[in-house]
């Protein structure tokens, strides 16, 4: 939902083409939560790369990834891959660690991008601010900090966390959502000069 909302704004905000959500991808290290769905690394890269050539058919050659889920590491090796490959910029992943430093900032959230890794201060004000009715009260005490995780690709969340939080959700507000959104739809403008230096958006 996160993910979808920063989609929407960006491209109304630059007048961009947007595609629907990719909804189940890499997150492995939710499975300690029964009904947690993946899919592999292997075939996330799979559906990027089917998606980008049926794009290219159209003429259409440059594709930004507006990734929510941090467990989605290869998609920062499918971006790097599709430019290598390129003659330009073709392929970007947003927002990285810089933008959401930057939006977090903007918005007042006193947590970092470290120490809020799920469910704390800027997941919960983001949902309070585009889908309040999908947060349960419960997020006024639900608090936990874990910021040494060693072993997280071991352990998984569920080595840290027996209720999937690991952060402060309890510093959460609407306004704090809507200020990190419209920061990222701002900061957005930085990746599109790189991929359209022309003024036409859609070239």
């Keep these: 939902m996160i993910a979808s909302a920063v989609a929407q704004r960006v491209a109304d905000a630059h ?9 189940i991808s890499c997150s ?25 050539r ?17 467990g989605n ?5 499918i971006v790097q891959q599709g430019n290598a490959e ?22 007042g959230i006193s947590t970092s991008n470290s120490s809020d890794m799920h469910a704390g201060e800027l997941e919960t004000s983001m949902l309070l601010g585009i889908a309040p009715d999908v947060v349960r009260d419960s997020y006024l ?15 998984g969340v569920g080595g840290y966390s027996t209720s999937g939080v690991i952060g402060r959700p309890s510093l959460a507000t609407p ?26 958006p859609l070239a």
């Excluded at 007048?15 to 909804?23: A, H, R, S």
């Excluded at 390129?86 to 918005?107: F, I, K, N, Q, V």
């Excluded at 005490?141 to 352990?155: F, K």
Aim: hydrophobic letters at 45%.
């Design 15 to 23: 007048e961009l083409l947007l595609l629907p959500p990719i909804t």
């Design 28 to 52: 492995h290290e939710h499975a300690a939560w029964p009904g947690t769905v993946s899919i592999s690394a292997t075939t996330l890269t799979l559906i990027v790369q089917d998606i980008r």
């Design 54 to 70: 049926s794009l290219a058919l159209s003429g259409i050659e440059r594709l930004v990834l507006v990734n929510g889920h941090g």
């Design 73 to 77: 590491y290869v998609l920062s090796n």
């Design 86 to 107: 390129s003659e330009a910029p073709c392929m970007a992943l947003y927002p990285g660690r810089d933008e959401w430093t930057t939006a977090r900032a903007a918005a």
């Design 141 to 155: 005490t639900a608090d936990h900090t874990a910021d040494h995780r060693p072993h997280l690709l071991v352990l």
């Design 175 to 200: 306004a704090k959502g809507h200020a990190v959104l419209n920061s990222l739809t701002e900061q957005f403008a930085g990746f599109l000069d790189l991929l359209l230096p022309s003024a036409n």
